[in-house]
């Protein structure tokens, strides 16, 4: 990298101009990993944090807990699966009054009140007693106390709040845990009949096994098997939100590969006498290449660097607020590696033509 | 070491018929000689620098660089001939924007592989044999002309080439600067003992070499006296 360093030096006003454009696409990029990790998080923390690893589920219904309806006969063939834990869960998104008259949407998950999905021992144990709630904190920092009673919109019944756990929320609703009694309640008033959303499933041992056993009781009980994570598409807006995002992360990066891959075409195209005097001096195309592609990746490493460093700071002073942000080191990682990798793809028309001069145009050369 | 051209020819695509630049030209320039390649404009002399400095392969003929053949070889092994045994200084200086002076005459040992401790001594030794002692740091565009030029003689000589080759590398001078460009060359030619073939217009350059070539329509003319 000899003449690129000194390259660098000499034209850095050029550089900076470029490294600014691939800064700025970096920081959008990870500004969009962030909102893309916290929109996930508002849309499935709340299942995500449940201990299961699958969902039994009314066929076809997509992962899509209103769209699933079960009942004690699905149930039962779960619970003598060896391996796998089983146990109903109901879910439903209701909105409550609290008592200063303010307004509260909950997705409400009625578990059985001893089963692995109650969250934490304090919350296992609230759920324990009298019907109630047990919240998300992020309810407690809009102002709900334990002791404060909800009404239950629709039902009108009337729930005290029994306790906080762990922050989640699915379907960007903080979720609520409630007996599964009491969920059957709030959902179908007193003609319940013993139905719920879907078995929540943790299984143990080999995956083969697992996968097996998994088979022969989703026949015997009539149901549909999704792991955890492709339960998540059933959360509201899901997929759309992660694809949007998604496609705009690509358009970006597409971008940038074309911005970086245009200025770098063009400056080969500036420089294709001097490559060819280099050429003419002894260097090898390998070296003329190298020396090239050093500095593509330095100016490609640094300016993403700056742009997502930037919007690492920028995310921290927005994480918390009401805008879902999430900063996940990997993915951020992950976006730079890819900016870096795209971007020097971008480069391969010019790498194309530093192979094709021809050393002989440097007798050709003038000032 | 010397530098061999023989039976050399060159021709090119001109519309539907071929347009031969060189016709089995053969020419010789001893170790420690200084042959003067002179000819009108499109005789083939610039193609015959190039076919000496192995940027061009010509369609039939051998090249042979300090007793190595140059034809029998890939162009990886002539890059690599070229770059440690050949030296040239074109019309113009041709130097890289963005390097210093003695950055200008230290790349061609980096491009060699043969950047060492002693690469910079090397360096600031040459260009202060050419009178630039004082211009170490600059880069071209803060040179004058016959300072970049000398810049370009000390590049050609970084590697203590076997093989001088000069294409008019006065021209773009005035005649005072010319003629001081030309005596350094002239002179660090026979320091090092090189096999120097000279392009040039200019009788009394040519006068001041051992030998004159004359290249007319592709062939060499007879002897000049």
Known sequence: MYVALRDLRAARGRFALVGLVIALVALMTTLLSGLAAGLVDDGISGLRRLPLTHLALEPDSGGTFSRSTLTATNLEPWQHVEGVEASPIGVSFVNAKGPDGQTVSLALFGVAENSFLAPRPDARQALAGGPGLVLSHELAAQGLHVGDELTVAGSETRLPVLGFTYTGSYGHVDIAFTQLATWQQVFYGGEAHGRFSAVALRTTGGSDQVTSALARANRAAGTETLTKTEAYAGSPGYVGETQTMNLIRGFLLVISALVVGSFFTVWTVQRTRQIALLKALGASTSYVLRDALGQMAVVLVVATSVGAGLAGLGGLAIQGSDVPFRLQLVPVLGAVALLVVLGLGGCLVAVRRITRVDPAGALRLVD | MSLELENITVAVPDGRSVLTILDTVDLHVGQGETVALTGPSGSGKSTLLAVAGLLLRPDQGTVRVAGVDASALG???????????????????????????????????????????????????????????????????????????????????????????????????????????????????????????????????????????????????????
């Open chain 2, 75 to 225: 162009d990886r092994a002539r890059t690599r001939l070229r770059g440690r045994s050949i030296g040239i200084v074109y019309q113009s200086a041709n130097l890289l924007p963005s390097l210093t002076a003695r950055e200008q005459v230290e790349v061609v040992a980096h491009v060699n592989g043969r950047l060492d401790s002693t690469t910079g001594a090397r360096a600031r030794e040459l260009l202060v044999r050419v009178g630039l002692e004082d211009r170490l740091g600059a880069r071209p565009g803060a040179l004058s002309g016959g300072e970049r030029q000398r810049v370009a003689l000390a590049r050609a000589l970084m590697m203590e080439p076997d093989v001088l080759l000069a294409d008019e590398p006065t021209a773009s001078l005035d005649p005072v600067r010319g003629a001081e460009v030309m005596a350094l060359l002239l002179e660090e030619a026979r320091r090092l003992g090189a096999a120097t073939l000279l392009v040039t217009h200019d009788g009394e350059q040519a006068a001041g070499a051992d030998r004159e070539v004359r290249l007319r329509l592709g062939h060499v003319a007879p002897a000049v006296a």
